[in-house]
């Protein structure tokens, strides 16, 4: 049972849709289902006599008396508006059981608290099976404003109890970071578009698609731009700083043939223009990503960084964990960019899926999140995919969604840790689809017999409480030909797997070998790591990094401009 709690200043304009057709002429038998007078609430739905200005006047009975005690001036915001729906799949509720929702929720919220004669005026209107609309307007019998502090927060966990009683499916509780769901216009604008995404939903993504690849504002309002979308800054009087943002999507008017814009917080909390500049630098003289001499270094650093933040999941420090979370979804749509093959459908998907995991009620320390911040920006930039290491690193995409799932969970933040878990399966689907051919190509590539029994004699030796498990691994064999191609890059076996095998999850792996495959994948190539330092030396190399990357990162696809419509 979902409430949507929404305050405006117009009683009429909303009585008429509440009672009226609908949009698309969905409503079917609008009535009043519960009110603060049944008898004194005149009822346009089945009264014919009963007309929308009546109606609107006895609702704004004390709304008018404060009126005139303030010389004229209308208290701002008066009329409260809660829709409350039911989940797909759940029963008929009967309009007596409608009733007893509204009277809660009037109770939970302040507006009418049971007893109270002196509350505000409110009606119930059904005109659908599976939900209510609930009007009220704001101003008490005595004059005073209710008191409706986190009206949203207290509506939502009388549902949750309602929804028990009822034997209604129980929904995730939230925490108010969720961003706002589009209104049934925007969906039904979308509809008559031939779109399957509102105009703010679409905007929403290349958003953060955008903030996940630059390094400074700037560069996210002239990417934006690029992409076809309207880009319009508020500046403050007198600093002349940017304060806040619109974004209005290509092709997007209203009536009037002008741009539907949607501000930055609109599109979700974290796209405020102060939420990014917590992550993003606002000056130009910020970090900047590297250009490695070694194609593979973002990947490696990004697969670090990961393993780096799956630790701060697991530790006590709350701030520092939040601060992982954006930046792991930052990471997830650069690498959904940087992706090819059929598996990047899911990554995006995964991307998508993690942004309501993003945010939570605890205050993020962002400096803690700066490593897996950069590596994941590094990826934006990157000009090739090297194979395994693609794949490697989309395991550690997989294990580290997993835990946010967990983090979340464990601390009852329900809408984030069915969000991240989304994500994790979506992840998994993909590094599925990648890393089968992967494996099955190394496991043909496999050494000679001698040398797979020499490397089963350096696994006993170095994970000798793990080597029995692995050895059973179906991916034992891929994992011969990785430790022969570490062996030939610099690498001692035994150090390497004793190294590899001390870190989190193999106890617990189902494909051990798996896992070590893919840590081993990750590590440097020693000797030509050692190649570039003897040539640096020398002289005979140029630098191994350029201070600036190109103007747009390579992550912002030529797909990404597609319009809206």
């Given at each position: 049972m979902?409430?949507d709690?929404?305050?405006?200043?117009?009683?009429?304009?909303?009585?008429?849709?509440?009672?009226?057709?609908?949009?698309?002429?969905?409503h079917?038998?609008?009535?009043?289902?519960?009110?603060w007078?049944m008898?004194?609430?005149?009822?346009?739905?089945?009264?014919?006599?009963?007309?929308?200005?009546?109606?609107?006047?006895?609702?704004?009975?004390h709304?008018?008396?404060?009126?005139?005690?303030?010389?004229?001036?209308?208290?701002?915001?008066?009329?409260?508006?809660c829709?409350?729906?039911?989940?797909?799949?759940?029963?008929y509720?009967?309009?007596?059981?409608?009733?007893?929702?509204?009277?809660?929720?009037?109770?939970?919220?302040?507006?009418?608290?049971?007893?109270?004669?002196?509350?505000?005026?409110?009606?119930?209107?059904?005109?659908?099976?599976?939900h209510?609309?609930?009007?009220?307007?704001?101003?008490?019998?005595?004059?005073?404003?209710?008191?409706?502090?986190?009206?949203?927060r207290?509506?939502?966990?009388?549902?949750?109890r309602?929804?028990?009683?009822?034997?209604?499916?129980?929904?995730?509780?939230?925490?108010?970071?969720?961003?706002?769901?589009?209104?049934?216009?925007?969906?039904?604008?979308?509809e008559?578009?031939?779109?399957?995404?509102t105009?703010?939903?679409?905007l929403?993504?290349?958003?953060?698609?955008?903030?996940?690849?630059?390094h400074?504002e700037?560069?996210?309002?002239?990417?934006?731009?690029?992409?076809?979308?309207k880009?319009?800054?508020?500046?403050?009087?007198?600093?002349?700083?940017?304060?806040?943002?619109?974004?209005?999507?290509?092709?997007?008017?209203?009536?009037?043939g002008?741009?539907?814009?949607?501000?930055?917080s609109?599109?979700?909390?974290?796209?405020?223009?102060?939420?990014?500049?917590?992550?993003?630098?606002?000056?130009?003289?910020?970090?900047?990503?590297r250009?490695?001499a070694?194609?593979?270094?973002?990947?490696?650093?990004?697969?670090?960084?990961?393993?780096?933040?799956?630790?701060?999941?697991?530790?006590?420090?709350d701030?520092?964990?939040?601060?992982?979370?954006?930046?792991?979804?930052?990471a997830?749509?650069?690498?959904?960019?940087?992706?090819?093959?059929?598996?990047?459908?899911?990554l995006?998907?995964?991307?998508?899926?993690?942004?309501?995991?993003?945010?939570s009620?605890?205050?993020?320390?962002?400096?803690?999140?700066?490593?897996?911040?950069?590596?994941?920006?590094?990826?934006?930039?990157?000009?090739?995919?090297?194979?395994?290491?693609?794949?490697?690193?989309?395991?550690a995409?997989?294990?580290?969604?997993r835990?946010?799932?967990n983090?979340?969970?464990?601390?009852?933040?329900?809408?984030?840790?069915?969000?991240?878990?989304?994500?994790?399966?979506?992840?998994?689907?993909?590094?599925?689809?990648a890393?089968?051919?992967?494996?099955?190509?190394?496991?043909?590539?496999?050494?000679?017999?001698?040398?797979?029994r020499?490397?089963?004699r350096?696994?006993?030796?170095?994970?000798?409480?793990?080597a029995?498990?692995?050895?059973?691994?179906?991916?034992?064999t891929?994992?011969?030909?990785?430790?022969?191609?570490a062996?030939?890059?610099?690498?001692?076996?035994?150090?390497?797997?004793?190294e590899?095998?001390?870190?989190?999850?193999?106890?617990?792996?189902?494909?051990?070998?798996?896992v070590?495959?893919?840590?081993?994948?990750?590590?440097?190539?020693?000797?030509?790591?050692a190649a570039?330092?003897r040539?640096?030396?020398?002289?005979?190399?140029?630098?191994?990094?350029?201070?600036?990357?190109?103007?747009?990162?390579?992550?912002?696809?030529?797909?990404?401009?597609?319009?809206?419509?």
């Open positions: 979902v409430p709690v929404s305050t405006g200043s117009d009683s009429r304009g909303l009585i008429a849709y509440l009672f009226g057709p609908g949009r698309r002429d969905e079917t038998n609008p009535h009043i289902v519960a009110a007078d008898a004194g609430a005149p009822d346009p739905g089945r009264d014919s006599a009963a007309t929308y200005s009546q109606l609107a006047r006895r609702l704004d009975h709304v008018d008396l404060r009126t005139r005690e303030l010389g004229g001036k209308k208290p701002p915001q008066h009329v409260w508006h829709p409350v729906r039911t989940a797909p799949g759940d029963r509720l009967t309009d007596a059981e409608w009733a007893e929702v509204a009277r809660r929720v009037v109770h939970a919220t302040g507006i009418a608290p049971d007893g109270d004669e002196r509350a505000c005026r409110w009606i119930a209107v059904r005109h659908a099976d599976d209510i609309h609930i009007m009220a307007t704001t101003v008490r019998a005595d004059g005073r404003r209710p008191r409706t502090h986190q009206d949203g207290r509506a939502q966990a009388e549902c949750r309602i929804e028990t009683e009822f034997g209604l499916r129980r929904l995730k509780s939230g925490d108010l970071t969720a961003p706002r769901t589009p209104p049934g216009a925007e969906r039904a604008k979308a008559r578009q031939g779109q399957t995404v105009a703010r939903q679409w929403r993504e290349r958003a953060y698609a955008v903030a996940a690849a630059v400074t700037a560069d996210y309002f002239t990417v934006l731009q690029s992409l076809g979308i880009v319009k800054t508020r500046l403050g009087p007198e600093s002349g700083d940017v304060i806040g943002y619109s974004l209005a999507a290509p092709g997007d008017t209203n009536a009037a002008e741009p539907v814009w949607y501000g930055g609109k599109l979700a909390p974290d796209l405020s223009i102060n939420r990014l500049r917590e992550r993003l630098p606002h000056q130009e003289g910020a970090d900047r990503p250009f490695p070694d194609p593979a270094e973002p990947w490696q650093n990004a697969i670090a960084a990961m393993q780096a933040a799956h630790t701060v999941l697991d530790s006590d420090d701030a520092a964990a939040q601060a992982q979370l954006p930046a792991f979804g930052d997830l749509y650069n690498i959904a960019s940087a992706t090819r093959g059929p598996h990047r459908a899911e995006r998907a995964a991307a998508s899926a993690f942004n309501r995991a993003r945010r009620a605890t205050r993020a320390d962002h400096q803690a999140a700066h490593a897996l911040r950069q590596a994941a920006k590094e990826l934006a930039y990157a000009s090739t995919e090297p194979g395994g290491l693609a794949i490697a690193l989309l395991f995409t997989v294990h580290l969604a835990a946010a799932a983090w979340h969970e464990q601390r009852g933040h329900e809408q984030q840790a069915a969000a991240a878990d989304g994500a994790f399966r979506h992840l998994q689907a993909g590094y599925q689809q890393a089968a051919p992967v494996l099955a190509d190394l496991a043909r590539r496999a050494p000679r017999a001698e040398t797979a020499r490397f089963e350096e696994l006993r030796a170095a994970l000798p409480d793990h029995d498990r692995i050895l059973a691994d179906p991916s034992w891929a994992l011969t030909t990785t430790l022969a191609q062996e030939t890059a610099g690498h001692n076996p035994r150090r390497l797997l004793a590899v095998g001390t870190r989190r999850d193999l106890d617990s792996a189902e494909r051990p070998a798996e070590l495959n893919w840590r081993i994948t990750a590590q440097p190539n020693r000797r030509a790591q570039r330092r040539s640096t030396v020398s002289g005979t190399s140029s630098m191994s990094a350029t201070p600036h990357p190109p103007a747009a990162p390579v992550a912002i696809r030529p797909e990404e401009r597609s319009r809206h419509r």
